[in-house]
Nanobody, 128 residues
Framework: QVQLVESGGGSVQAGGSLRLSCAASGHRFTDSCVGWFRQVPGQEREGVASIEPIGRTSYADSVKGRFTASIDNAKNTLYLQMNSLKPEDTGMYYC?????WGSGPSCRAIQDSLFDYWGQGTQVTVSS
């Protein structure tokens, strides 16, 4: 059974930082496209960042230059470093992984249809 477990969410003031973690069991990230998504109630889920198996990262325009996704394959853990947080970054953040080889345009576009495994989410709240 595959499990993705996020941690690291919380409440911060605008300009602050948080680092989210996503630990996986039952599935290795090595060949997957892995990604971070966020969702606010009443709005569509938004792709935030992704990492292809070859190591290439992609980001939504709204977070470029502020967020950094990384992966520790030895720990099978995905991270999202979030700096210069803004109130509009508030939301539930989810990590996700594809079951099969995940390199290509769909990963770079952070398309949620590519992802098979999802975490339960961790809440991030940024106050002004």
């Amino acid at each position: 059974q595959v499990q993705l477990v996020e941690s690291g969410g919380g409440s911060v003031q605008a300009g602050g930082s948080l680092r989210l973690s996503c630990a996986a069991s039952g599935h290795r990230f090595t060949d997957s496209c892995v990604g971070w998504f966020r969702q606010v109630p009443g709005q569509e889920r938004e792709g935030v960042a992704s990492i292809e198996p070859i190591g290439r990262t992609s980001y939504a325009d709204s977070v470029k230059g502020r967020f950094t996704a990384s992966i520790d394959n030895a720990k099978n853990t995905l991270y999202l470093q979030m700096n210069s947080l803004k109130p509009e970054d508030t939301g539930m953040y989810y990590c996700a992984a594809s079951r099969l080889w995940g390199s290509g345009p769909s990963c770079r576009a952070i398309q949620d249809s590519l992802f098979d495994y999802w975490g339960q989410g961790t809440q991030v709240t940024v106050s002004s």
